[in-house]
């Protein structure tokens, strides 16, 4: 199976500044990737997929770059309802996997 | 809006089995493949199984294989997940998930605990 690899586990922010999440895989995805943000108590939510599909309501900070096995995701501008756990999910091979998970915390 | 809702979740005996329900409402659930994901509390979120849009294509987990039946009926909208022979490690949040490319809509979850 792949084994989706994220870095950091925590990443300490201020509001205003920018966040940079790292997703490795184990092999090649090519860029069907998505990632996902968690609040406590909540189910993940769909943030972007593919190459750079967001999703309904999440706005344009939020952007994903990268292909292959090395992926990106930066909140170029932390707000205070982005601090989240976010993870990735590569949806190129079975069985679907998830990354461990990022969790953005205010500095 | 768009709308997934898990049922079935609850405190159940190792070797025991349980079955989840999932309705789904404001879409044409017979055009979707379907997921069941589970998020074990403290841990990371794992997919379990997956259905295509007809049910004739099924998906499982290895760590649920032959255990784990997932099923539709797209009359009603409705998803299961039926778990036979339930394991300490299958305590999670399980949460159903519309397909497309990602899972792009979830329900609330419901929780499964599986202890003596």
């Known amino acids: 199976e792949i084994v989706m690899t994220q870095s950091p586990a925590t990443l300490s922010v201020s509001p205003g500044e920018r966040a940079t999440l790292s997703c490795r895989a184990s092999q090649s995805v090519s860029s069907d990737v998505a990632w996902y943000q968690q609040k406590p108590g909540q189910a993940p939510r769909l943030l972007i997929y593919?190459?750079?599909t967001r999703a309904t309501g999440f706005p344009a900070r939020f952007s994903v770059s990268g292909s292959g096995t090395e992926f990106t995701l930066t909140i170029s501008s932390l707000q205070s309802e982005d601090f989240a756990v976010y993870y990735c999910?590569?949806?190129?091979?079975?069985?679907?996997?998830f990354g461990q998970g990022t969790k953005v915390e205010i500095k | 809006q768009v709308q997934l809702v898990e049922s079935g979740g609850g405190l159940v005996k190792p070797g025991g089995s349980l079955r989840l329900s999932c309705a789904a409402s404001r879409f044409t659930f017979s055009d979707y493949f379907m997921s069941w994901i589970r998020h074990v509390p403290g841990k990371g979120l794992e997919w379990v199984s997956h259905?295509?849009?007809?049910?004739?294509?099924?998906y499982y987990a290895d760590s649920v294989k032959g255990r784990f039946t997932i099923s539709r009926d797209n009359a009603k909208n409705a998803l299961y997940l039926q778990m036979n022979s339930l394991r300490a490690e299958d305590t999670a949040v399980y949460y159903c998930?519309?397909?497309?490319?990602?899972?792009?809509?979830w329900g609330q979850g419901t929780m499964v605990t599986v202890s003596s």
């Open positions: 999910q590569q949806y190129n091979n079975w069985p679907r996997t």
């Open positions: 593919g190459a750079s």
């Open positions: 259905i295509s849009s007809s049910g004739s294509i099924k």
């Open positions: 998930a519309r397909v497309y490319y990602a899972f792009d809509i």
